[in-house]
Structures are given as C-alpha cells and as structure tokens.
C-alpha cells in the first residue's frame, strides 16, 4: 500500500518522532513507582516495575497519526497487550466495564471504549524501534495507539489516545472525558473520520 493510502485525511508524513507534552519529564524510582488496575474489575491489583517487566509481551508495528497533522510511518513498539492481559486472566474486567481511562503522571487522563483497548493496536509499550523508551516520549512506560498495515478493519485513533508515563488503568462502566478530550478534542478521535475537535 502507497504512504498515501495509509495517510487519514489532513495528515502529512514525518521521518522523524516529534515530542510533544506540556510541563516537566517526570523523574522515575523503579523501587516506589507502581501501576495501578482498579474500577470495574474483579480484582483491584497494583504492580511494581519488576512486576511489569514479568508481564507477557508482543511486538507490534504502527502507524502513528497525531492530531497536530503529523503521520510516523511503520515505528516498532515492544511491550504488553492489555488484550492478552485480559485473556490470560491477568486483569479481569467486570461485564460492565465499557471503557477505559488511562492515568499518567501529573494527573493526565485519557479516555477510550474498552473494545478500543482490546484491539490489537492499542499497546502498553517499553520499548521502541528495539530500544528502551526515551524519557521524552514516556520512559518507563507509555501506551501508544496506531494503525496496523494490512490488518482487519479496527479503530484507529489519533496519538493522545495513548497517555505517555502511564501510571494505571481505570475500567469505567460509563464514558468519562480525559483532559484534552475535556478541552476541546473530540471524546473519540477517529482519524479516518477526521475527529480532532468536539462540536
């Protein structure tokens, strides 16, 4: 397939990575961070960063379509699949849970359909293009959403959905809006419909 068919509407391609957050780099202690998993699930947990690091884990290629208009084509990911997480029982959601928020360092959240998160397309990642994850783009721990060449129709969304320094998962029974979706971005984010702002 052509870059241009790969393209959603408004996008341009990039060859490099942009790095985008607002406020500092979080600092990172592997002996007190933790990632949390509670709400709407069986069994609230939290895990340390060697617990992460036993998780099952795939590989993944992306494309990446930011709202700002940038495209970064065919990037590696490396790290653990919330789908696996929940066939292997690892996380059990409740059959309420319809959503997922996602919360990060300095009190960032963002909102997706659980069916969204489940997808082969939404990663919690260590690692990419073979290597740790760099402090700017979310070292030790980001989830990243992209679209998949060549796979089955899914829902591909633009990056914010993926929350950089992630720092736990929050199963909702009902939607909730995350912080840019509450400020103007659209709650769903679609990139082949173009859904970058509400109203």
């Given at each position: 397939m052509s870059d241009e068919k790969r393209l959603p509407p408004g996008q341009h391609v990039t060859t490099h990575f942009p790095t985008l957050?607002?406020?500092?780099?979080?600092?990172?202690n592997p002996a007190t961070w933790d990632f949390r998993i509670w709400?709407?699930?069986?069994?609230?947990?939290?895990?340390?960063?060697?617990?992460?690091?036993?998780?099952?884990?795939?590989?993944?290629?992306?494309?990446l379509h930011c709202v700002t208009t940038w495209s970064l084509?065919?990037?590696?990911?490396?790290?653990?699949?919330?789908?696996q997480l929940v066939d292997e029982e690892f996380v059990k959601p409740k059959p309420e849970a319809k959503f997922v928020m996602q919360h990060a360092e300095y009190g960032y959240t963002t909102n997706l359909p659980l069916e969204v998160a489940l997808q082969p397309n939404f990663l919690i990642a260590t690692h990419f293009n073979g290597?740790?994850?760099?402090?700017?783009?979310?070292?030790?721990?980001?989830?990243?959403?992209?679209?998949?060449?060549?796979?089955?129709?899914?829902?591909?969304?633009?990056?914010?959905?993926?929350?950089?320094?992630?720092?736990g998962l929050e199963f909702l029974t009902n939607d909730r809006?995350?912080?840019?979706?509450?400020?103007?971005?659209?709650?769903?984010?679609?990139?082949?419909?173009?859904?970058?702002?509400?109203?």
């Open positions: 957050h607002q406020g500092p780099i979080p600092a990172f709400g709407a699930v069986e069994e609230s947990t939290t895990w340390t960063w060697d617990d992460i690091l036993n998780l099952p884990r795939i590989k993944v290629q992306l494309d084509l065919d990037t590696s990911w490396e790290g653990i699949s919330l789908k290597s740790p994850l760099t402090p700017e783009h979310g070292y030790p721990l980001r989830a990243v959403v992209g679209a998949i060449l060549g796979s089955k129709p899914m829902k591909d969304v633009y990056l914010w959905k993926g929350a950089k320094w992630l720092r809006l995350g912080f840019w979706e509450a400020n103007g971005y659209h709650n769903e984010g679609d990139v082949w419909k173009e859904q970058r702002f509400a109203g």
